[in-house]
Nanobody, 122 residues
């Protein structure tokens, strides 16, 4: 069973918005930090945003600050990435991941989803 499942990706025009969701299969993930990563075509995976387990602390990569918002609803075992003012360079496969602490690198996360595709047309 895949522990994390992303949804909400799709095709959107530049300037538009999407909200990604990450659903966890177990309540134990409520105590995990959660991160969003993305892998653009022909590029390496990169950190996008992260949130600690209480929701009190967040991290963002510079290119999405002011446009993306990460949040979580522990009661629903679901975490979100609200993406506004999308740009063509945001096109990527987006993954959610869970780990013991809030960090901005993939090695700090133990559990991964399979990804959801976001395509932004210019």
């Amino acid at each position: 069973q895949v522990p994390l499942v992303e949804s909400g990706g799709g095709l959107v025009q530049a300037g538009g918005s999407l909200r990604l969701s990450c659903a966890a299969s177990e309540r134990t993930f409520r105590r995990y930090a959660m991160g969003w990563f993305r892998q653009p075509p022909r590029k390496e995976r990169e950190f996008v945003a992260g949130i600690n387990w209480t929701g009190e602390r967040t991290l963002y990569t510079d290119s999405v600050k002011g446009r993306f918002t990460i949040s979580r609803d522990n009661a629903k075992n679901t975490w979100y990435l609200q993406m506004n003012s999308l740009k063509s360079e945001d096109t990527a496969l987006y993954y959610c991941a869970a780990g013991p602490g809030l960090v901005n690198h993939g090695s700090g996360y133990n559990y991964w989803g399979r990804g959801t595709q976001v395509t932004v047309s210019s």
